[in-house]
Each structure stands twice: as structure tokens, then as C-alpha cells.
């Protein structure tokens, strides 16, 4: 279940809000904030890049402590700080069999290109474009049945491996892929060791999805998209045993939750152009 957060410090009778933040205050969360404009932000101590009119964002990862402390300066040199009670969550251990055993345990000849894919989608993640097409929010970018959930442990043909740091949502090759935001497309590639055919949408302050094990790729580079276009097909390119998108969020490096930004799956299909 998603909390929904909304942090208001008033600095007199009257006066406008030195500080406002809304979204899930738990573990792998993308919390949306805003303060009044000149003020300076930090987490933890850690500064945040702030849009002109005040707007920034932050994540808290999978195994967050249980506080974090936001600071905000103004213009007039007055300090506020807020403490943030994070909510600890549980999460479940999914096991999937039949992967082809080099995807679960590449050779050594396959290191290489591994970590020359990692470097890419680290660089694309990394990316900081101080645009704020986060705010406009987010949707479901394909419809069907959920399959895998953020932070679950993965068992792969019985080998533990890293938690699963995104949502897999099942449907049949070839069901529509839509940007779950409007942005700047990042990052494309025809074929990933793990990720098979992926895109990467920048969004702005840091804030990225990425959509991977695609059939087709129908963006490229560079490319402004808006919130609903159709950018790709679902597939089972790359480490998957059965077509399915998996969707993620990351802010900077941080890989966070998607889901916690879009409620409930729709239960019907929606026709995308």
C-alpha cells in the first residue's frame, strides 16, 4: 500500500510554504519536493539540485534507514529541517527456473561486454539534465499481468542472486510499450547481455525509467517523447524466460520503485498511438 506524504512548514501566519513534499515516504521510493525559490536543499546533509521555481526530487533506497533529515536554507539565510520517518518494507523471494544457464552464470568471455553494457546504462543513469518533466507525473507503461515486484530476492535456477530492483509486467510479444513520462530518450540498445533490447528516458533532476527485454526498439537517442508515446514492444529479449516488460526507476544510480508512483494496474488494455 502505498503512504502518501505531504510536508508543509509555514513560515509565519499568511506567509508561503518553506517547504512541501509529496510522495511514498518508504523504502525505494522517488519523493517530489518543492520549496520557495532561491532556497537551497539537502538530504542527510548531501546537497539536491533544485529547478528555478524551487522544485527537486530525491530517492530512498531499498534498505533505507529508518529517518532522513531534509534542510532547507533560504534565501533570507533562515534554516528548517524536517526529519522523515522512512516505512521499512518486506519483501518477497521469487524463484525462477528454465533460464538458459549463461544467463544465470555468463563465461568469462562474456565479462567484457557485461560490464561495457553496465558502464552505458551507469553513464545514461548518471545523466543530469535539469529539466523538471517529472512533475507532469506517471502511468503504467504497458498493461498485463504483474510477474515480478521490486525488491524482491532472486533465485535463479536455484542460484541467489541480486533483488529484482524494477516491475515485470507479462503480456503477449509485441503489446505496446508507452513512456511512462514525457522526457529525453537517454539511452537505446538493439541487444543487451541481460537487458536484450532497452531504452532509458531521461526525465530530468536525475530521474530516469528504463524498459528492457523488448522486441523492438521504435525511439532513438536524443529523442523528446511525451507521457503515453509509444516507444517500444514487448518482448523476451535478453535474461527472460516468457514476454514481458520490466519497468524501473532509477534517480541518479538509485534504483527505485516504480510502481509506487502510478497506483493500481489499469484492468483493461489502453489503446496507445
Excluded: C
Excluded at 502505498?2 to 513534499?21: D, H, N, S
Excluded at 536543499?41 to 533505507?64: H, K, M, Q, W, Y
Excluded at 508515446?229 to 516488460?245: E, S
Aim: positive net charge.
Amino acid at each position: 500500500m502505498r503512504t502518501l506524504l505531504v510536508a508543509v512548514f509555514l513560515l509565519a501566519a499568511g506567509q508561503v510554504a518553506a517547504l512541501e513534499l509529496k510522495g511514498s515516504v518508504t523504502q525505494g521510493a522517488l519523493v517530489i519536493g518543492k520549496v520557495a525559490s532561491g532556497s537551497t536543499v539537502s538530504l542527510d546533509g548531501i546537497p539536491l539540485e533544485t529547478l528555478p521555481d524551487g522544485s527537486f526530487v530525491f530517492g530512498l533506497p531499498r534498505n533505507a534507514k529508518s529517518t532522513a533529515l531534509i534542510t532547507v536554507r533560504q534565501q533570507d539565510g533562515h534554516i528548517k529541517q524536517k526529519t522523515l520517518k522512512i516505512r521499512n518494507r518486506s519483501y518477497r523471494i521469487q524463484r525462477i527456473d528454465g533460464l538458459p544457464k549463461r544467463k544465470v552464470t555468463p563465461k568469462k568471455r562474456d565479462y567484457k561486454r557485461i560490464a561495457r553494457e553496465r558502464k552505458l546504462l551507469v553513464t545514461a543513469r548518471r545523466r543530469m539534465t535539469m529539466a523538471g518533466d517529472f512533475q507532469d507525473g506517471f502511468v503504467w507503461p504497458a498493461a498485463g499481468r504483474i510477474s515480478g515486484v521490486y525488491g524482491s530476492q532472486r533465485i535463479l535456477n536455484g542460484k541467489p542472486r541480486a533483488p529484482h530492483l524494477g516491475v515485470d509486467i507479462a503480456a503477449p510479444t509485441g503489446s505496446p510499450v508507452i513512456a511512462a513520462s514525457a522526457g529525453i530518450v537517454s539511452l537505446t540498445h538493439e541487444g543487451m547481455f541481460f537487458t536484450g533490447k532497452t531504452i532509458q528516458i531521461d526525465h530530468g533532476l536525475g530521474v530516469g525509467t528504463i524498459y528492457i527485454h523488448l522486441s523492438k526498439v521504435l525511439v532513438k537517442e536524443g529523442q523528446r517523447v511525451r507521457k503515453g508515446q509509444l516507444i517500444g514492444r514487448i518482448g523476451k529479449t535478453g535474461r527472460a524466460t516468457g514476454p514481458h516488460l520490466h519497468w524501473g526507476l532509477t534517480w541518479k544510480t538509485m534504483r527505485l520503485d516504480p510502481s509506487l508512483l502510478v497506483g493500481p494496474m489499469p484492468k483493461r488494455d489502453v489503446k496507445r498511438n
